[in-house]
């Protein structure tokens, strides 16, 4: 249990993915944890630019540049504080001019509060800890003093956006952090080359558990749908092995695929039956839905980034009771977990979904197990892990500023 210190922390996450989303990742879990710990926590996620307003058709666009109008806004004395900055130049130039120049203007142009007059503003000038997820945000631990600057990727981003600036920005970042937090073991051998002296850890992704485990009732969507059903809920992009569902589909129409998530209309276009394109819901009804399935599915694609990734859905749908078929990369084998069944051929795929109904229909599968498993992994615990490293840090920091 993380410890509630008498004199609460300044926590700063640098994240790419706002609050109030369609997706919860990491940083938001962890803020939260040490909120609830008292701590003032200032969650900073990717800025809006002017190219943004082509986009303000977008739900998630409008609402990012709500998140905006209310970053000027004093927050009282609430421990959680959620900003989306603006900025004149989009990361794509900012990028570019930040490897030329070494100046990364996506964040020196924020404006409307500038970052010094936002930090100013919440109370955020001296920071204890500062988490940086987001690598367009290189340089902006000069906006502020901070006590223990941590990078913590969570993909390898520069092959999960095929973008090579990212890099640029990642060595930046490194070049004057106290240490690296990495969510798979990939990830954190991509970055450590940049330093391989600083400290650092692995901590994958974790599970909100009690959210998970609580038993739900039926969602409507999913009474007329025939059962045993297989779940997917995520993201459908360019890392989601699309065609081996829809194989899967095909050569088993006795079973129900169902796929939770913001999707495009031309991944969505499908004619079978038996494969349900439900689009995105609220993060708190999730657990209905998989409370109510008999499997979870994560089929990934020969994407580049798959190789890094620690999916925070393994463990959700393991709280939920739910054997998983995925793709086997070296990361998600390294962690040995008995709900997990893994493949490499799309054959093999259907013929491991096959294999988990057997053993549902033999009672070969202890879901209590699944559940304990998932329990393991909760952010709560994550989070003491987290702390405990940040100010271990912070306090060699000290150590060497006094001893200077």
């Known amino acids: ?57 977008k739900k998630s666009v409008k609402s990012r540049f709500k998140h905006w109008l209310n970053t000027g806004k004093t927050a009282g004395e609430q421990s959680i ?21 070494g100046r990364n203007w996506f964040v020196s142009f924020t404006a ?30 000069r906006y502020l003093n901070a006590k223990a600057i941590v990078y913590r990727p969570t993909d390898n981003y520069a092959d999960m956006l095929g973008d090579g600036t990212v890099e640029w920005a990642e060595k930046d970042i490194v070049g004057r952090a106290h240490g690296i937090v990495a969510t798979s073991g990939p990830v954190y051998q991509n970055i450590r080359k940049y330093r391989p002296e600083l400290p650092g850890m692995i901590l994958e992704n974790g ?7 609580k038993s739900c009732e039926e969602p409507t969507e999913l009474k007329d749908i025939p059962r ?41 276009t499908a004619t079978l039956s ?19 399935a008999d499997l979870a599915l994560l089929p990934m694609s020969d994407h580049a980034a798959n190789a890094g990734r ?31 069944f893994f493949y490499k051929e799309k054959h093999e795929f259907i013929e491991q979904v096959d294999e988990v109904l057997r053993k549902i229909a033999t009672n070969g599968i202890v879901k209590e197990r699944i559940i304990e498993a998932a329990r393991m992994q909760s952010w709560e615990a994550k989070a003491e892990l987290l702390l405990t490293f940040g100010l271990s840090l912070a306090n060699e920091e000290a150590r060497s500023f006094r001893g200077a």
């Open 1 to 57: 249990m993380l410890e509630k210190r008498e004199k609460p922390l300044n926590i700063m996450f640098v994240s790419h993915t706002y609050i109030g989303g369609p997706f919860v990742v990491g940083s938001h879990h962890l803020a939260r944890e040490f909120s609830k710990r008292g701590h003032r926590v200032l969650h900073l996620s990717t800025s809006v630019t002017p190219l943004h307003l082509l986009q303000m058709y």
């Open 81 to 101: 504080i959620h900003c989306v900055p603006f900025t004149w130049v989009p990361w794509k130039l900012a990028g570019n001019l930040l490897r030329r120049r």
């Open 112 to 141: 409307f509060p500038s970052l010094s007059k936002m930090f100013k503003l919440h109370r955020f000038q001296d920071v204890d800890l500062l988490f940086i997820d987001q690598p367009c945000f290189a340089g902006i631990d």
């Open 207 to 213: 599970v909100e558990f009690e959210h998970f485990a």
């Open 228 to 268: 045993p059903r297989a779940i997917y809920i995520g993201a459908v992009d360019d890392r989601l092995d699309l065609d081996a569902i829809r194989e899967l589909a095909v050569a088993r129409p006795e079973l129900s695929v169902i796929i939770i998530g913001p999707h495009t209309t031309s991944k969505s």
């Open 274 to 292: 038996n494969l349900f394109f439900m689009g995105a819901h609220p993060y708190a009804s999730l657990p209905s839905f998989l409370h109510h």
């Open 310 to 340: 620690s999916p925070m859905k393994l463990y959700e749908y393991a709280a939920a009771g739910l054997p998983t078929v995925v793709t086997a990369t070296a990361e998600l084998l390294r962690r040995t977990e008995d709900f997990l």
